[in-house]
């Protein structure tokens, strides 16, 4: 069933949707568990994180939020179970197939870090397809971390640059921390203000290691398909009350 995306009828109920801020980064954990919780296959809990996706998308546009980034899938989940890396990739087409007008009516624009040569092709050309079909939208930009890992997308940087300064267009003195920024996935983005992780765990798991240097982290135990547009909130709230001092006093 599809679930509502927008203007549904929680939106007339006069929730008051703090301004988020410019950038949010999810670690979207704990869908297996929630399954087993409930003694069902662990892909039962990925189906189920779709519609959590959905209704925080929904939060963030109506928070004004500029960039989510969600964490889909990293480059070591591929030490799982065939059959559930097999399914998880198969959910972003899924989504889209289902969400694409919402998205578009919402003014949402996809993009993808990540790499995308790694993933299957119908996974790659329905993301592509979105990419392309939302590409002109300036509301808020969806940003699907797909077989990522910071250190890979760093080591990727660092072989670009190389290759730049060995064909002269880019010298060593041009290199700097917003030079290497550019040739990351997330070049043009904001940096993110705002990590949230569901599920329990404390750590980032080889997500956005260069970008979170000073962020603000959200932890939760709620796992990701019980986790609501209300604790999302709470977050943002939170973080308002965060003194963000960058080194300074
Ligand atoms: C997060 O949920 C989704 C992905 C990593 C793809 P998990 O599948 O890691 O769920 P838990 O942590 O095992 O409960
Ligand atoms: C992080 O969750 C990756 C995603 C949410 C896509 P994991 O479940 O893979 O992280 P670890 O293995 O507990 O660190
Ligand atoms: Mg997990």
């Known amino acids: 069933m599809k679930i509502p995306f927008i203007n549904d009828k929680q939106s007339k109920e006069s929730i008051v949707y703090p301004e988020g801020p410019d950038h949010i980064a999810i670690i979207m954990d704990g869908n297996g568990r929630w399954a087993q919780k409930r003694g069902m296959p662990r892909i039962a809990g990925h189906k189920e994180g779709i519609s959590t996706v959905v209704k925080i998308v929904k939060a963030a ?7 989510l980034t969600i964490y889909t899938f990293s480059t070591e989940n591929w030490k799982r179970p065939k059959s559930e890396v097999d399914f998880i990739l198969k959910l972003p087409k ?3 197939h289902t969400y694409l007008p919402d998205l578009l009516t919402n003014n949402v624009r996809i993009e993808t870090i990540g790499n995308m040569e790694g993933i299957p092709a119908s996974t790659r050309e329905a993301v592509q397809y979105a990419v392309d079909r939302t590409r002109h939208n300036d509301g808020l930009q969806l940003n699907i971390a797909l077989n990522y890992g ?6 990727d940087a660092m072989k670009k640059m190389h290759a730049d300064l060995i064909d002269a267009k880019l010298t060593l003195d041009e290199v700097n921390e917003q030079q290497l920024s550019n040739y990351l996935d997330t070049a043009g983005a904001a940096e993110p203000d705002l990590l949230i992780r569901t599920g329990g765990e404390k750590r980032l798991s080889n997500f956005l290691l260069w970008q979170l240097a000073y962020t603000e982290f959200w932890f939760t135990d709620i796992l990701w398909p019980d986790f609501s547009e209300r604790e999302f909130r709470q977050a943002l709230e939170e973080f308002r009350n965060r003194k963000r001092r960058y080194g300074s006093i």
Not at 62 to 67: L, T
Not at 150 to 155: D, H, M, T, Y
Request: glycine share 6%; proline share 0%; net charge positive.
């Open 61 to 67: 546009v109506k928070c004004k939020v500029k960039f």
């Open 150 to 155: 910071g250190r890979n997308e760093i080591l």
């Open 94 to 96: 899924e989504f889209l």
